[in-house]
Nanobody, 126 residues
Framework: QVQLVESGGGLVQAGDSLRLSCAVS????????MGWLRRAPGKERDVVAA???????YYADVVKGRFTISRDNAENTLYLEMNSLKPEDTAVYYC????????????????????WGQGTQVTVSS
């Protein structure tokens, strides 16, 4: 059974940093493509960052240069480092994965993911 547990969310001020963690069980983070999705209030869920099995990364334009996705294979954990946070980054952040047949592809569409966690709330005040 696949289980993803996100942590690290919270209430911060604009300009602050946060690091989200996603502990994965039932799958291996470097054998699947993994990503971070978010749902902002009143909006659809979007992919903000993704990493392929081989380490290629994708970032949504709105977070490029501020967010960094990474993984620790030994800990089987996915991370999202978020810097220079803005109020518009306020959202519930979800860790997700997919059993991808393409080792080089970092999925950038929500529909491409097979499984995801319960989410962690990030609130950025102005």
């Amino acid at each position: 059974q696949v289980q993803l547990v996100e942590s690290g969310g919270g209430l911060v001020q604009a300009g602050d940093s946060l690091r989200l963690s996603c502990a994965v069980s039932g799958r291996t983070v470097n054998r699947d493509a993994m990503g971070w999705l978010r749902r902002a209030p009143g909006k659809e869920r979007d992919v903000v960052a993704a990493i392929s099995r081989t380490g290629n990364t994708y970032y949504a334009d709105v977070v490029k240069g501020r967010f960094t996705i990474s993984r620790d294979n030994a800990e089987n954990t996915l991370y999202l480092e978020m810097n220079s946070l803005k109020p518009e980054d306020t959202a519930v952040y979800y860790c997700a994965g997919v059993r991808s047949s393409n080792p080089f592809y970092a999925p950038r569409e929500v529909r491409e993911y097979d499984y995801w966690g319960q989410g962690t709330q990030v609130t950025v005040s102005s």
